[in-house]
T-cell receptor, first 111, second 111 residues
């Protein structure tokens, strides 16, 4: 079946690292994605990882993929107040591109 | 230049009315999608078109009808609107099997 799970809420202090976790069920997913949604806004693609990779780093963002445990994480270094948003993990079906989203994790950054 | 655009941004209408939401992408992608985000922020795919052909049709009431006049456009028509249709509707596009880019969303409120 298709299911993606995330914790609903994370609160950190400005300057700390944030780690948002996600588990998925479809082992045939080719790509896994992280999207960011600010209040009242659309979905911004943050980063993605191909299923044959373990890690991807992009400036302050680090994505880790544990394919055996079907676990994906997003680490944001030096978290800023502008990082406050909802973060969605998603897996995709390669033949149709269909995205299965998690429930979203609300990240609250305290000054 | 907006990559994926939707109109209108806000739509307030009464139960029983028929309404349309339009989507256009200028990325040259071959696949377009409609997603629905409910009041709990949960995102679920509704439809997808690849080169004007319907490839995903999730369990959606047949009051919802997508139409793709060409690769760059995917419109969503909703008949006999119900209170439960109130949500944010997002259009997205991709070049399969790669990442999807989302529009800004259309907030539909049915009264």
């Amino acid at each position: 079946g298709e299911d993606v799970e995330q914790s609903l809420f994370l609160s950190v202090r400005e300057g700390d690292s944030s780690v948002i976790n996600c588990t998925y069920t479809d082992s045939s997913s080719t790509y896994l994605y992280w999207y960011k949604q600010e209040p009242g806004a659309g979905l911004q693609l943050l980063t993605y990882i191909f299923s044959n990779m373990d890690m991807k780093q992009d400036q302050r963002l680090t994505v880790l993929l544990n394919k055996k445990d079907k676990h994906l994480s997003l680490r944001i270094a030096d978290t800023q107040t502008g990082d406050s948003a909802i973060y969605f993990c998603a897996e995709s079906q390669s033949n149709t591109g269909k995205l299965i989203f998690g429930q979203g994790t609300t990240l609250q950054v305290k000054p | 230049d907006t990559a994926v655009s939707q109109t209108p941004k806000y739509l307030v209408t009464q139960m029983g009315n028929d309404k349309s939401i339009k989507c256009e992408q200028n990325l040259g992608h071959d696949t377009m999608y409609w997603y629905k985000q409910d009041s709990k922020k949960f995102l679920k795919i509704m439809f997808s078109y690849n080169n004007k052909e319907l490839i995903i049709n999730e369990t959606v009431p047949n009051r919802f009808s997508p139409k793709s006049p060409d690769k760059a456009h995917l419109n969503l028509h909703i008949n006999s609107l119900e209170l439960g249709d109130s949500a944010v509707y997002f259009c997205a596009s991709s070049q399969l099997p790669y990442e999807q880019y989302f529009g800004p969303g259309t907030r539909l409120t049915v009264t």
